[in-house]
């Protein structure tokens, strides 16, 4: 399995207690293209450079799970130019970057309702990227597209009662275990940028003990230094998971 070599200067990490899963809200697109004059779409295709340099970081790391959250349930209420623009940007970008991922030993997953106004195209797209990188093992990068947490605990209601289980069995893992990915372990470590502290609806269930990081940086001028900086704030962070220190 290929390993990547750290190229930059990870002075400050401790190697043995990179955080396992880290998720990003990906934030600021907009205000980023208004600072300079551009339409909003300028904002978003200006981040994937953004992202894809905290996939090299991540891969840097190794980090076994990144999840970024591209699109949420409520970003319908947008214009429909932009909503149009985000479909298409996203269909690009499997296209274009599927294969290099995959070389990297990338594993891909999408995360979201797909049965629910996501274009058919877009979804082909996600299943042969899916499909193309199933074997990889380096890293797990699952795009939330079409995600909301509340609607991914509705989901798995709903499949509880179709599969008419009774009150009694139904617990935590009962629960987690019909979630989008049941094998996606929970972030430890989930970052927002553009100065906005709020999930919006980004992994509920799954965040319950995240530990939580909010930079001013607008996701399209984020790049892997940011990402080394979250993660030397998570190392300082004390994770008690509810229990007393020995
Ligand atoms: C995040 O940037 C990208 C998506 C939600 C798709 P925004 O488009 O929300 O940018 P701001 O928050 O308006 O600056
Ligand atoms: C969250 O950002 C969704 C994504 C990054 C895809 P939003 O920009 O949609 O969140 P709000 O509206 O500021 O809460
Ligand atoms: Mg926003």
Known sequence: MARYRPRVDLDGIDPNRIPAHIACVMDGNGRWARKRGLPRTEGHAAGEEALFDTVEGALE?????????????????????????LMGFNESILTRRRDELNERGVRMCFAGRRDWRVPKRLLKRMDEAAALTASNRTMTFTIAFNYGGRAEIVDAVRQLVDERVPASKIDEKAIRSRLYLPDMPDPDLMIRTSGEFRISNFLLWEMAYSELVFTEVLWPDFRRDHLFEAVREFQRRDRRFGAVEE
């Open 61 to 85: 790391l190794g980090v076994k799970w990144l999840t970024v959250y591209a699109f949420s349930t409520e970003n319908w209420k947008r214009p429909p130019d932009e909503v149009r623009y």
